[in-house]
Each structure stands twice: as structure tokens, then as C-alpha cells.
């Protein structure tokens, strides 16, 4: 037989057997060699869900392949999540010694070394990366397959020259960066998310097109690190957040330099020399200013092109695959999970679809997809976090709820690290259910945590005042704004009464 074509009729995948379920795990296989599996679970793509589902079921003995046709690990790890976030540390680190002034420490000029920086953020993608890697995921049992899917039918998959046919597959191939039709955009190097982790040198003037999350989280930072930085944004910035919470934010990066437009729509963009021109309308009247790099952050898109949903009779519209309250496409046999739904993007929420689709397969259990209760966060400094009902939606269905706040202005920790800006917001209801939380202020991301539990089993602000938290910390400001709930009944006159009455018996 001629080692450059093998034909295999027919494998089984167990997870018995370590030889077979290791052999070829990774290697791009020639478009001659023809191999067939079936499986119980064939996962498309290793994001957070895809990765999830994979290791749940393999864990539990079901055989599964997993394909990807890129990096494990999907966007959060290689050109997400994570190098943002490194980044971002980066960035606080230059702004803690601008800052170190006020602690009575010097000198207070960073010296940035950007190639320097950007090792870091590579050296916290590589340290991380053996979680997600196709030898992890070979010896929990996992056949690994590098390659484009294609589904040929209803419950037939090709990647290369294999033929995957699975009882259940799961569609978790996430979203790439959306590239709006700006006239000259295609003829500038403009840069998104996948490729500015790559950059060499600090650019000298960063143009932002996008005031979201993604936009504001990199113009932050690479304004920290040095970087002239312009936000351009056609609604208002983190439209999607809480306007009086958005306001902290705005603040901070207006006074860490950043320039915002608002309400300003990119119209073009061109080559000027060297530089490039951006133009956007504000207001009916067109300005234009030169930068040295255009970043595009202005959302995303579900990756559904190529898979063959058609042959495979599965729904889904330029959002992304249609799914029911389940987590099924119209193909029974498919499920599809995180960005790739159009659904919230989030790598978490991406994770727990995956947990709940796993146990899904193997134990039948009913999936249930309450998403009042999922938080999110952008990682600005200070940073943002949400969860649960906006002010607005809480009293669209009660209109007795009511808003707590607390200043950190007021807390004794932000006061002695001088992290002051922002305040927790809680929504309650009438009846003092808490109903959602928002927080504007340091490791926002951190504190957010318990009322994700709060809103979960349902409890009050009665139980929130009443747990007893170390002193001095920041999650004090949680516990005293839930505890001015109850300023308004001091004040009520059989309160005092009450006390009256009962200091005659000593």
C-alpha cells in the first residue's frame, strides 16, 4: 500500500485504547488519504465551549473528535481574552509609577519598552496554552483533527480527507471581527484584534473605531503605554451599559488623555504620506484628523461560512446559527454554542453553554438558559461590571424598585490605595429582592462575583447587609449600599415609638 494514500474503511474511536486515540491527533492530513469515524460527539471548533464539551464527555468515556482549524484555545486565548488582559496589566503597571507620586514614592516616569511588553503578553499566552492543547485533549482522550469542517449531511462531517459521522455535534467555531464597508478601510493596514497583539512598536497616534468593550479596553491601555489615542464612536461609549455607570469610565479616560468622539460616524479613510487620514461626521459637519493606525473594534461576527449548515439542515441567518432555548439548531443532532449563536459573547458564557450541552448528551438533563443572570465586564480602569436588571428593566416590571447606591469615595480601602472613582449600584424590588447590580470602580470584575450568587437564589438585600465581611476591603461598598435600604425606616415615627416603649423596662 502506498504510504501517501491509506484508505480506511471504518474506525471507531474508544477511549480504551490510548494507541488509537493518539495516532495522527494533529497531523494535516493529504486530501488523498480517505478515513472514516464514528463517534458519539464530534465538537467543531476549541474555543471555551467547544474545549468544554470536549473534555466533559471524553472525561466521562464518550468518544469524541474534536476539530480546529486554527490555534487551540480559539480567540480568548491567543488574540482575546488573554493577551488583552496582559496587556492591560502592562499598562496599569506604567500608570501605578505615574501615580506613585501621591504614595510619597519616585521617580514617576515610566520607561516603556513596548517590545519588551509585548514578550510579556506572548510569554501569558504560552503559559496558559498547554490547558487548551491538542496533547491535553489527545490524552484525556480526544481524536484531535487540524482542519476546516464541512458538514456533508445531516449527520456526516469532512476535515480533510476524513468523514466524521457523530450521534451529536456541537457547533462552537465563535466569531471573528466585524469589518464595516468604510470607504478606503481596504486600502489602509488597519488593524483588529487579531493582529495588534502582533504590532512591533508602539504607534504614535492609534485611531479607535469603536467605543465598546474591545475599543475602550486597548485605547486605555495603549494610551498608558505611551500611544496618542482617538476614539471614534456613532452612539455614545458602552451604549449598551448602564449611562450614569458609563460616566465613571468616560472620566477616567478622558483624563488619562484619551480623546472621544461621540456621536461621530467614521465616514472614509485614506493614505496621507505616511500617515492616514480619518474622517467622520459629527453633528452634519466633517472633520478629519492623521493617525498612524487605525484599529477596527467595531464588533462581531459569527463564523458560519464554509460549514455546509445547508447540507446539514441547520437555520441561521448572517447573526449566526439558530438555536432554540435548548441550545439545538434545526438539526436536531446539532447543537451550537457561544459566539457563534450571535448570542452574548462572552467567553464564560461559552464555557457554561458547553458544560450544559455535555450534560445534556451523556445524562439527558434538561438545559435551562437564564441569561438575566450573566455577568459582564469591560476591563478599563476602573472597570465595569453588570449583572442582572438594568434600573430601566427593573422597573418596567416593578415600578416600586428601587436603586442603592454607594460611593467608593466612601470606602476605606479605595480611599488608603486612592482608587476612589465610581460606586456600586443595586436594583432591588419592592419587596428588597435583589434584581441587578452594577459597579463602576476598582477590580469591579472581582466584586461583581457575589451578586451573581445573590440573583441566582434569589436573595435579598436583608441577607446581603447581614453577612459580616473583612474590614478594610472594597466589598464593604456592596454590603453598605444594600444596608441604605433600611435608612428610610428609621425615620418612620412608630420606630421610635417602638424604642420608647421599650426603654421603660431598662
Not at 471548533?45 to 467547544?50: D, H, I, K, Q, V
Not at 488623555?257 to 492616514?276: L, M, N, P, Y
Not at 478629519?288 to 446539514?312: C, F, P, Q, Y
Amino acid at each position: 500500500m502506498s504510504q501517501a494514500r491509506r484508505t480506511v474503511a471504518h474506525e471507531t474511536i474508544s477511549t480504551g485504547s490510548p494507541d488509537r486515540s493518539t495516532k495522527h491527533h494533529e497531523s494535516h492530513r493529504d486530501e488523498a488519504v480517505t478515513e472514516s469515524l464514528s463517534v458519539d460527539v464530534c465538537v467543531i471548533g476549541a474555543g471555551s465551549g467547544g474545549l468544554t464539551v470536549a473534555a466533559f464527555c471524553a472525561m466521562l468515556g464518550a468518544p469524541v473528535v474534536l476539530i480546529e482549524k486554527g490555534e487551540m484555545g480559539g480567540d480568548c486565548l491567543n488574540v482575546g481574552c488573554v493577551p488583552s488582559k496582559a496587556l492591560i496589566a502592562a499598562a496599569r503597571r506604567a500608570e501605578d509609577i505615574r501615580t506613585a507620586r501621591a504614595f510619597g514614592i519616585g521617580p514617576t516616569v515610566p520607561q516603556i519598552d513596548f517590545a519588551a511588553v509585548q514578550a510579556h503578553v506572548r510569554e501569558t499566552v504560552a503559559t496558559i496554552a498547554p490547558t487548551d492543547s491538542v496533547a491535553r485533549f489527545t490524552a484525556l482522550g480526544v481524536r484531535v483533527i487540524r482542519g476546516a469542517a464541512r458538514f456533508t449531511g445531516p449527520k456526516t462531517v469532512e476535515v480533510g480527507g476524513t468523514t466524521v459521522t457523530a450521534r451529536r455535534f456541537v457547533i462552537a467555531t465563535g466569531s471573528s471581527p466585524a469589518v464595516p464597508a468604510i470607504d478606503g478601510l481596504d486600502t489602509v493596514p488597519f488593524l483588529t484584534n487579531e493582529t495588534i497583539f502582533g504590532l512591533a512598536e508602539c504607534p504614535a497616534h492609534l485611531a479607535v473605531l469603536g467605543g465598546g468593550a474591545v475599543g475602550l479596553e486597548l485605547a486605555q491601555a495603549f494610551r498608558r503605554l505611551g500611544a496618542a489615542v482617538t476614539v471614534f464612536e456613532r452612539d455614545r461609549i458602552l451604549a449598551k451599559e448602564d449611562a450614569e455607570m458609563t460616566d465613571v469610565i468616560r472620566r477616567r479616560l478622558i483624563a488619562d488623555g484619551v480623546t472621544i468622539h461621540e456621536g461621530s460616524e467614521v465616514s472614509r479613510v485614506e493614505h496621507d504620506g505616511a500617515d492616514i487620514r480619518v474622517h467622520a461626521i459629527k453633528a452634519g459637519e466633517e472633520g478629519a484628523i492623521g493617525v498612524s493606525h487605525v484599529l477596527v473594534a467595531l464588533g462581531r461576527k459569527a463564523n458560519v461560512d464554509n460549514l455546509g449548515l445547508e447540507a446539514a439542515g441547520i437555520a441561521f441567518t448572517p447573526r449566526g446559527v439558530t438555536v432554540d432555548k435548548a441550545l439545538r439548531t434545526t438539526n436536531k443532532r446539532v447543537y451550537a454554542i457561544g459566539d457563534v449563536t450571535g448570542e452574548a459573547g462572552f467567553t464564560h458564557v461559552a464555557g457554561w453553554q458547553g458544560s450544559l450541552v455535555a450534560q445534556n448528551i451523556l445524562f439527558r438533563r434538561p438545559i435551562r438558559t437564564d441569561r438575566t443572570a450573566v455577568p459582564r465586564v469591560t476591563y478599563t480602569d476602573p472597570e465595569l461590571a453588570h449583572i442582572g436588571l438594568s434600573e430601566a428593566e427593573a422597573r418596567a416590571t416593578d415600578p416600586k424598585a428601587r436603586v442603592l447606591r454607594w460611593p467608593f469615595a466612601e470606602n476605606d480601602r479605595a480611599v488608603a490605595t486612592r482608587r476612589r472613582d465610581g460606586h456600586v449600584k443595586l436594583v432591588v424590588g419592592h419587596k428588597g429582592a435583589i434584581l441587578g447590580c452594577s459597579i463602576a470602580g476598582p477590580e469591579a470584575g472581582d466584586l461583581i462575583a457575589p451578586y451573581a450568587v445573590a440573583i441566582a437564589k434569589g436573595m435579598t438585600v436583608s441577607d446581603l447587609s447581614g453577612i459580616i465581611l473583612p474590614y478594610p476591603t472594597l466589598s464593604e461598598a456592596g454590603k453598605r449600599a444594600a444596608g441604605t435600604y433600611f435608612v428610610s425606616s428609621l425615620s418612620n415615627p412608630w420606630i421610635g415609638r417602638i424604642v420608647r416603649f421599650l426603654r421603660r423596662f431598662g
